[in-house]
């Protein structure tokens, strides 16, 4: 079937520091993988997504390399800002001709301090 | 303006209460979706609509009913509300577009509904 793991949270980091958040997928065919983030209080905003093998899909600061023959797409930013706290969810959309349902990871929280 | 806006922002209700939220857009989008968050389990479907005439069932409809009253709107019903119905709903629409599938979701800002 299809799914998607992320690291566990939550992870704390001061201000400045560099952020890895892992996600890893099973799925069928060649999907599509997206970053969302929810900030306190908000809905999921879209942050970042890449549709084909070795794209890398940025914004923000963000990225996050689709990474076929690991099956991963982890998110990595230089520098971390206090205003980057927040859950983030990785997630795909398999590829399967018809509609394509969006599956999430569980989210990981991100706690950044100044 | 809020592109997908979400009514009531909270409510407390009793097992055994009907209750409505609601689902409003201003995207133009035609695909509509419901969703629950639950701590640790990430978001799953309840329920999506194509377009008005088009309902569909998604992974944990059950206990769940909707209705698409136009483009625009989406609501969801929960007919006899029970305590483990205590989440936070969130509303999401999107648009196929030219790409097909991999069309991007865009979220309302969630409704937390506690049953006791």
């Known amino acids: 079937g299809n799914s998607v793991t992320q690291m566990e949270g939550p992870v704390t980091l001061s201000e400045e520091a560099f952020l890895t958040i892992n996600c890893t997928y099973t799925a069928t065919g060649y999907p599509s993988l997206f970053w969302y983030v929810q900030y306190p209080g908000e809905g999921l905003q879209l942050l970042l997504k890449a549709t084909k093998a070795d794209d890398k899909g940025s914004n923000k600061g963000f990225e996050a390399t689709y990474r076929k023959e690991t099956t991963s797409f982890h998110l990595e930013k230089g520098s971390v800002q206090v205003s980057d706290s927040a859950v983030y969810f990785c997630?795909?959309?398999?590829?399967?001709?018809?509609?394509?349902?969006?599956?999430f990871g569980a989210g990981t929280r991100l706690a950044v301090h100044p | 303006d809020a592109d997908v806006t979400q009514t009531p922002r909270n409510r407390i209700t009793k097992t055994g209460k009907r209750i409505m939220l609601e689902c409003s857009q201003t995207?133009?989008?035609?695909?509509m979706y419901w969703y629950r968050q639950d701590p640790g389990l990430g978001l799953r479907l309840i329920y999506y609509s194509f377009d008005v005439k088009d309902i569909n069932k998604g992974e944990i409809s059950d206990g769940y009913s909707v209705s698409r009253q136009a483009q625009a709107k989406f609501s969801l019903s929960l007919e006899s509300a029970i305590p483990n119905q205590t989440a936070l709903y969130f509303c999401?629409?999107?648009?196929?577009?030219?790409?097909?599938?991999?069309?991007?979701?865009?979220f309302g800002p969630g409704t937390r509904l506690t049953v006791l």
């Open positions: 995207k133009g989008h035609d695909r």
């Open positions: 997630a795909l959309i398999p590829f399967s001709g018809g509609y394509n349902k969006l599956i």
């Open positions: 999401a629409t999107s648009d196929p577009g030219l790409a097909g599938g991999s069309d991007t979701q865009y």
